[in-house]
């Protein structure tokens, strides 16, 4: 796999991300997919394959527990592109039974408990959007974590089976301001009020100056700052999570 991978990125070394993505489209036709959350990172890629009409697949999904500026970006995102992002939500019956079995913040409770919740919300419904998909696009950067800052232009993505294409690994906060401000990209504009890392609204403060970009994801947790759907493990059930929710 390694020297496939290897193949690929020679093709695409030093291609601006535009003609990157269409050779990926080319090589894996129908099996590129890009996952965005409405942040600063993913906007940038959105409206690079938006404006160059790349035959890409976007996805995004919706826990059921997002801000709504984040909902106003999805909202903005559209208008301007007029194209279509296709939503996964969690499976029914599991947030169902969660939620009745451990109330609405559980999460808060322990680590475990976060972990559950996060796989019910964010990872069986990316395995649902990822199925057929042979190269997943993310909008990482080495500089949101520590965890990010060992991870590749191009790598394997174990857990998900599939080669993660991340273009904007090498890139720096400022570069990716730069471009919204630029390109008059929508974001999420609770970005002006100190939150720098966006994810679900129960589960994410505002930073402070000084403090790291995602000090506030999860921010009651001293060092666990990933929900899993970059890491190794996020095939795995946490504990307490049925695996019939796995499809």
């Known amino acids: 796999m390694q020297q496939e991978i290897d193949n690929i990125a020679?093709?695409?070394?030093?291609?601006?991300?535009a003609e990157a993505i269409r050779q990926l489209t080319e090589l894996f036709p129908g099996q590129v997919a890009?996952?965005?959350?409405?942040?600063?990172?993913?906007?940038?890629i959105s409206d690079i394959i938006f404006k160059n009409r790349l035959p890409v697949r976007v996805f995004t999904l919706?826990?059921?527990?997002?801000f709504e500026e984040t909902y106003q970006t999805f909202?903005?995102?559209?208008?301007?592109?007029?194209?279509?992002?296709?939503?996964?939500?969690?499976d029914k019956a599991s947030v169902e039974k969660l939620v009745t079995e451990k109330g609405p913040y559980s999460f808060y409770e322990s680590v475990d408990n976060r972990k559950q919740c996060c796989f019910i919300r964010k990872i069986e419904p990316l395995k649902r959007a990822l199925q057929g998909v042979k190269i997943w696009i993310t909008g990482l950067r080495g500089g949101q974590s520590e965890n990010r800052q060992h991870m590749h232009n191009l790598e394997w993505d174990e857990g998900n089976q599939l080669i993660k294409y991340n273009p904007l690994i090498t890139w720096t906060l400022e570069e990716v301001e730069q471009y919204i401000d630029k390109n008059r990209v929508p974001y999420n504009k609770l970005y002006n009020k100190g939150f720098?890392?966006?994810?679900?609204?129960?589960?994410?403060?505002a930073i402070e100056p000084g403090e790291?970009?995602?000090?506030?994801?999860?921010?009651?947790?001293?060092?666990?700052?990933?929900?899993?759907?970059?890491?190794?493990?996020?095939?795995?059930?946490?504990?307490?999570a049925s695996s019939s929710i796995v499809k």
Not at 10 to 17: A, H, L, N
Not at 62 to 66: A, E, H, P, W
Not at 196 to 205: N, Q, Y
Request: aromatic share 12%; charged share 25%.
């Open 75 to 90: 909202y903005e995102t559209q208008g301007k592109y007029k194209q279509n992002i296709e939503v996964y939500f969690p």
């Open 196 to 205: 720098k890392s966006i994810g679900c609204a129960p589960c994410t403060r």
């Open 34 to 44: 890009f996952s965005t959350s409405f942040g600063h990172e993913d906007q940038v």
């Open 62 to 66: 919706d826990t059921g527990r997002m």
């Open 212 to 240: 790291d970009l995602r000090a506030g994801r999860w921010w009651w947790e001293v060092s666990h700052k990933e929900c899993g759907l970059h890491e190794p493990s996020s095939s795995e059930i946490p504990t307490g």
């Open 10 to 17: 020679v093709q695409i070394q030093e291609k601006p991300i």
